[in-house]
């Protein structure tokens, strides 16, 4: 069985370390593996230490793993970050142009010392091959078919011109060359290429996948203003929605952003928007009259760590109380997560299949890691995509349309402007009546109105298909997550049953509001203590799941900037069993390399 994970760092801009780590990938899909990727890079403009951490496995992948198995230090600041992050009896390979060793340090390692730069210029002619030296070292030392790298570079390079080609081939073989004439392998890692496993996928990244499902859900409006690290979604839309008709405008703030596409819907578009937490604040208002006049509206929050501008390039998932309850009154939303990259793709289409089925504006929390994180997922089936559409009047609308009738679900049939001679009705941010007119003074019809929009939020608590459970039926400790904890929890679920029968089950969340209490406390119900793991310093979830079913329950956070790993959570939920669960007399790294049991978790 192959699984192990490699990291690579450098100088983000001359080292170009995520490159190398991008072919890695790339190579591994069309040999048959799965990968899972994180990429680091630093928040200033220029220079700084860049990452790209790759898991390569044979079998399905969840997280990306706990520490990397194998290290290259393509500068001295890499080394003296990021050696102190290397499992024990792990592998360290860097660059002896440029790394200084901490001498008799690294006792339990396997090094390997390679003149990458030195490589790179001499024997290539061109420095900036660096990284395809390292790809070389990599193909060499581990087991990853040569020839498919050259091809990956090929695909890349090929449009750029022959020439460009050849120099990057060259250094790839220049690496592989030196370590057949200059290194001996010494470590246990290896790739186990399975060319005949491969499958049609793609490897993106989460922004990419809520793009495509906005695409998949048929969107025809975009308004957004840059900002880290949500821009991508809206460099995706910008490219490709316009080849379908629809508009993608890049206006003056985020205020304006959410305001522009609130005007779309008004026509009847599907309209979306992309921010990340500070934009989130400056949408509050607007999120408000959304929720007044009964407007669908998408509106992606690329979570990133806080307050202020904070963390622009680390990760966190600490926006859950402002997307859910940021509002001056009450404003009732819909606020869903996904919690990888194939997430992306249908719970996008999901949130906006709920925005215009409830008419009422849907928060997408995804966050920096997500949105930087490469998986392979499979090509959609296009066919298999279900569309809702939003409730239209039937017929011609009589002089007495009533936009906001109070029905039993809460949703109000509309009539879109210019689709009949009578369809006009008022629309305005002031309590109103059913007919759209502003009523201020009428306390009753306020109370109706405020539960008719309340309504809708208790039909969406309803809603089928937004969690999933991991583990035995029953267990002692009961694991809710939600975001991008899941893959890490259910690893780390499935690391305490092998060591204790039914000691953890896990159920993780991508409807995060309304809270779906009656399933929560189901859950509950089949075990003895209940454990929320969060990426945030207050517990967000853990608060609310609290204040609404009133569970004893326990908090597991982490709030540096990074995602968990599946040993730090599988440590502290030992410490909180009921019962004493003691691990096995086993390497960790033995534990990581367990198979995981990703079909469970599979939509």
């Not at 581990?142 to 050849?166: H, I, N, S």
């Not at 004439?181 to 996928?201: C, G, I, N, V, W």
């Not at 994180?373 to 995509?385: K, L």
């Not at 009047?393 to 009589?398: A, M």
Request: net charge negative.
């Amino acid at each position: 069985m192959s699984d192990f994970v490699v990291k690579v760092g450098g100088e983000g801009g001359t080292d170009s370390p995520t490159t190398a780590g991008e072919f890695m990938a790339q190579a591994a899909i069309r040999e048959g593996n799965a990968i899972f990727t994180m990429r680091s890079f630093p928040a200033e403009i220029r220079g700084g230490l860049a990452t790209y951490s790759t898991r390569l496995c044979d079998h399905d992948v969840l997280s990306q793993g706990d520490r990397p198995d194998v290290l290259f230090c393509m500068n001295q600041e890499a080394y003296d970050k990021l050696v102190g992050e290397l499992a024990p009896g792990g592998v360290l390979v860097f660059d002896t142009d440029s790394v200084t060793l901490d001498a008799g340090a690294h006792a339990d390692l396997t090094l390997y010392g390679v003149p990458m730069q030195s490589l790179a210029q001499g024997h290539v002619g061109e420095k900036r091959t660096k990284n395809m030296v390292l790809l070389g070292v990599f193909s060499a030392l581990f087991g990853m078919p040569l020839d498919t790298l050259k091809q990956c570079v090929r695909d890349k390079y090929g449009k750029r011109g022959e020439e460009l080609v050849a120099v990057n081939h060259r250094a790839l073989e220049v690496g592989s060359e030196f370590v057949a004439e200059s290194l001996t392998k010494t470590d246990p890692f290896a790739f186990e290429p399975h060319p005949e496993a491969a499958r049609r996928q793609m490897i993106i990244d989460g922004s990419q996948a809520i793009g495509m499902g906005a695409l998949a859900a048929k969107v025809e409006f975009f308004a957004g203003y840059p900002i880290t690290p949500a821009t991508d979604v809206m460099q995706f839309l910008a490219e490709h929605l316009p080849q379908l008709g629809g508009q993608v405008i890049q206006v003056e703030d985020e205020i304006a952003s959410l305001g522009a596409c609130l005007g779309a819907s008004y026509t009847g578009a599907k309209s979306m928007t992309a921010t990340s937490g500070p934009g989130l604040s400056l949408m509050v208002e607007l999120l408000g009259l959304a929720t007044m006049v009964e407007l669908p509206v998408v509106i992606v929050d690329v979570q990133r760590g806080g307050p202020s501008t904070g963390l622009p390039t680390k990760t966190e998932n600490g926006d859950l109380n402002l997307a859910a309850l940021g509002a001056h009154g009450d404003a009732p939303r819909v606020v869903v997560a996904p919690a990888n990259v194939q997430d992306c793709f249908y719970d996008t289409v999901g949130a906006f299949n709920l925005s215009e089925a409830y008419q009422t504006p849907v928060i997408l929390l995804s966050d920096q890691s997500m949105a930087m994180r490469a998986q392979a997922m499979a090509v959609p089936d296009m066919d298999a995509v279900e569309l809702r559409e939003r409730r239209i009047v039937d017929g011609e609308p009589g002089p007495g349309y009533r936009r906001y009738e109070l029905t039993s679900d809460g949703v109000s049939a509309v009539a879109l402007p210019g689709t009949g001679t009578r369809a006009y009705h008022m629309i305005t941010g002031l309590n109103h009546d059913e007919l759209g007119y502003p009523s201020t003074n009428d306390g009753p019809l306020s109370m109706a109105m405020m539960n008719k929009r309340q309504r809708k939020l208790d039909a969406v608590r309803g809603e089928p298909g937004w969690s999933r459970l991991h583990g035995p039926d029953e267990a002692r400790i009961g694991v809710i997550s939600w975001g991008t904890c899941e893959g890490a929890v259910a690893e780390a679920v499935d690391r305490l049953n092998a060591e204790h029968p039914e000691a953890a089950r896990a159920l993780h969340l991508r409807l995060v509001w309304p809270l779906p209490v009656e399933e929560i406390m189901a859950f509950a119900a089949t075990v003895k203590r209940v454990v929320v793991v969060e990426l945030n310093f207050s517990g967000q979830l853990n608060q609310l799941i609290r204040a609404e079913t009133l569970l004893p329950t326990e908090l597991v956070r982490k709030f540096d900037g990074t995602v968990f790993t599946p040993g730090e959570i599988a440590d502290q939920l030992r410490d909180l069993m009921p019962e004493p669960v003691v691990p096995p007399a086993v390497p960790s790294s033995t534990l990581r390399r367990r198979p995981t049991l990703a079909s469970t978790l599979a939509k």
